[in-house]
């Protein structure tokens, strides 16, 4: 984005705001809405649409590993699919952005996210006899683009569709609590912060396990209402607050 910098001084501020301020992608809240439908796209891909894990790849990849080791090809080939469909999303969300805040005048994140939903809710008219792969591939797509998108908290660097990166953080704190003393209050705020968004995802998931039966393929439409509130600040800020800063690059992009 250099070319958009008019001057030295322009360049300078730029800087100045990008180390000083969190955008309002940043917030920490945003963050845990954010993961609260993660954790409802995760568990209504693996209970209700064919028990793959759209959120992250690596259990994909263990169970095509696993049925290439017990010589079910045909299998394996089956989740070359969700992971086509990750790679295709994060090719995206790295192109896209640019673009996106230049030509409609909001924030590449809010766009996004606006697009989960409007995705999400044609998903939930998709009904159950149609093949399983054609939500997969639609929500591993998304999937793919929102933690592409969404790196950092304050900050902090933080992932708002799995989970394990926040359980290696706890473990970090409490080895930083245990061993610098003089650090103890900043360990146990960022522990805290990794542990409410655990809690943020189960509670999504949570939520949609015990609705599925009942809401059946619109089910995924609860995650709508957490993105819904995203959307409403993020373009808010974005037409108002931060109209200025369409040009500040997230931290940790």
Known sequence: MQEQFKSEEHRQKHNELHREHYLTCEKYYIFELLAVAGGMMGLYTYSLRGQVFCNAQTGNIVKMTAAIGWGRYGVALYYLIPFAAYVLGTIISEILP???SRTIFIRWETALVGTEMLVLFMIGFIPFSWPDQIVQVMINFLCAMQFNTFRQAEGIPMATLF???HVRQIGISIARIIKHH???????AKMLKHVKLILAFMFGGIIVTALSSYLKERTIWLAIIPLSACFCV???SDLIYERAMLDITPHGH
Request: proline share 0%; hydrophobic share 40%.
């Open 98 to 100: 640019e673009k996106v």
């Open 163 to 165: 989970v394990t990166n």
């Open 182 to 188: 003089d650090q103890e209050a900043e360990a146990r």
């Open 234 to 236: 993020m373009l808010q």
